[in-house]
């Protein structure tokens, strides 16, 4: 069975950081891009971060200069290293991937979520 399993969410106060780790397991070819979302209660999922295969990565001008996505294409890893937090961070982080799966074809990859919540 393909999967993504993230972790790393938790609690911080603003200022603080996190680092999510995201691994995808199962019988997979190869990952192109793979991307962190998120989403907070009332509003729609967004991206944040995406990198492809190659390492060129893309942030939300929200995170710029904050948070950094990185990957390890041996492993089908991905990372997203969050520094200086602030309120309006806090939300459900998804890891995305999109995978070539045996007799499937390119499919569309997401994990379960995991809580970043952060709080004075």
């Known amino acids: 069975q393909v999967q993504l399993r993230e972790s790393g969410g938790g609690f911080v106060h603003p200022g603080g950081s996190l680092r999510l780790s995201c691994a995808a397991s199962?019988?997979?070819?190869?990952?192109?891009?793979m991307a962190w979302f998120r989403q907070a209660p009332g509003k729609e999922r967004e991206s944040v971060a995406v990198i492809t295969s190659g390492g060129i990565s893309t942030y939300a001008d929200s995170v710029q200069g904050r948070f950094t996505i990185s990957r390890l294409n041996a492993k089908n890893l991905v990372y997203l290293q969050m520094n200086n937090l602030k309120p309006e961070d806090a939300a459900v982080y998804y890891c995305?991937?999109?995978?070539?799966?045996?007799?499937?074809?390119?499919?569309?990859?997401w994990g379960q979520g995991t809580q970043v919540t952060v709080s004075s």
């Open positions: 995305n991937a999109v995978a070539l799966i045996p007799g499937y074809g390119q499919r569309d990859l």
């Open positions: 199962g019988s997979i070819v190869s990952i192109s891009n």
